[in-house]
């Protein structure tokens, strides 16, 4: 079952009929009065929640005991050049239900220009995949959610702190060995995927010249969100992130 998310403000309101989370718990999970649930306050701890009252509006009110801290998120940052919007959807919810702690969007010279002006950064709609991806992993923090004009720029920029990180690119084209052979460790990760159609030649360059290792994820062509997923993967278990 989903850890159901709550703002720490909504504490001491009810939830209208046409909350999501009203839906699910009465609807779905077939809730009455004083049954509990397994909750969380967003960015803060995890815990019980049971249901004190159902209005005759359909409005539902609720308490809060919270009894355990939040769970760590893991030392790998996602860079990712912007895919289609309903990838960028699934894309958010997968990497926040893995734990990453940052993903970055940046535009590519290869990518697809529009998809830069995607709405879903400035609607919610990011926010609400990431809350998404949280609630089903029973977690309570998210991802920082960052984005940039282009490669070139989240390179100068360089959002992460640590010197000692692991900086990795997926490259199936000019690869200088597999994703697989990562050397395990307990050091951050950098991981940066290309758009669909892959990186350019001067972006291989900006690449390695920033200290980038290009590694393969094998022959296949693979989707932008399944290559993410893959090299997530891979790099959470090289620094011990699934033990």
Not at 158 to 178: F, Q
Request: proline share 5%; glycine share 12%; hydrophobic share 40%.
């Amino acid at each position: 079952m989903n850890l159901i998310l709550f703002e720490a403000h909504e504490f001491g309101k009810t939830l209208s009929r046409r909350d999501e989370r009203t839906i699910h718990l009465l609807k779905v999970l077939h809730k009455k009065i004083g049954d509990t649930f397994e909750a969380g306050v967003l960015g803060g701890g995890r815990g019980t929640g049971k249901i004190e009252k159902i209005g005759i509006d359909g409005s539902l009110s609720f308490s809060l005991e919270i009894q355990a801290p939040p769970l760590l998120r893991l030392p790998v940052r996602v860079a990712v050049g912007f895919p289609r919007p309903i990838q960028i959807r699934r894309l958010l919810r997968d990497l926040a239900s893995l734990g990453v702690e940052a993903v970055d969007l940046f535009g590519t010279e290869l990518g697809e220009k529009s998809y830069r002006d995607t709405k879903l950064l400035k609607d919610g709609g990011a926010h609400a995949a990431l809350i998404e991806g949280a609630s089903q992993s029973r977690d309570t923090t998210l991802p920082e959610l960052s984005s940039f004009n282009c490669l070139e720029d989240w390179l100068r920029e360089r959002p992460w702190n640590s010197t000692s990180s692991l900086l990795v690119a997926a490259d199936n084209v000019r690869p200088e060995g597999a994703m697989s052979r990562l050397p395990p460790g307990r050091w951050p990760v950098v991981l940066a995927i290309g758009a669909e159609r892959g990186w350019s030649d001067r972006e291989r360059d900006l690449l390695e010249g920033a200290g980038f290792l290009r590694l393969s994820l094998g022959g296949r062509a693979l989707r932008t969100e399944t290559a993410c997923v893959a090299a997530t993967v891979l790099a959470i278990e090289k620094i011990g992130g699934f033990e």
